[in-house]
Nanobody, 120 residues
Framework: QVQLVESGGGLVQPGGSLRLSCAAS????????MGWYRQAPGKQRDLVAR???????NYADSVKGRFTISRDNDKNTVYLQMNSLKPEDTAVYYCNSPIGNSNYNAKFAWGQGTQVTVSS
């Protein structure tokens, strides 16, 4: 079973940037599609960025052009570079491996997430 540990969140002003990291334990990390999800208070957890095993990426419309997902299979790590942050990006961010094309369901147990707060 893969275990996931997210890090890199924090408090940032609108327009600022953050880089999130997700370290995965276990073997065969490279065979999994990976994604970043976020959950704002009172809302469901949604997929915002996805990177497939071949490196192709997809983004939710709300983050397209501002966020970039990448992966380093040698380090078993997936990243999320977030630029031009907005207050509505405030949420707990999680990584996981999407099941099929679902924006909600994922393969592994959820990690603790990392809090991102965008506020002046």
């Amino acid at each position: 079973q893969v275990q996931l540990v997210e890090s890199g969140g924090g408090l940032v002003q609108p327009g600022g940037s953050l880089r999130l990291s997700c370290a995965a334990s276990g073997r065969f990390f490279s065979i999994y599609n990976m994604g970043w999800y976020r959950q704002a208070p009172g809302k469901q957890r949604d997929l915002v960025a996805r990177i497939n095993t071949g490196g192709s990426t997809n983004y939710a419309d709300s983050v397209k052009g501002r966020f970039t997902i990448s992966r380093d299979n040698d380090k078993n790590t997936v990243y999320l570079q977030m630029n031009s942050l907005k207050p509505e990006d405030t949420a707990v961010y999680y990584c996981n491996s999407p099941i099929g094309n679902s924006n909600y369901n994922a393969k592994f147990a959820w990690g603790q997430g990392t809090q991102v707060t965008v506020s002046s």
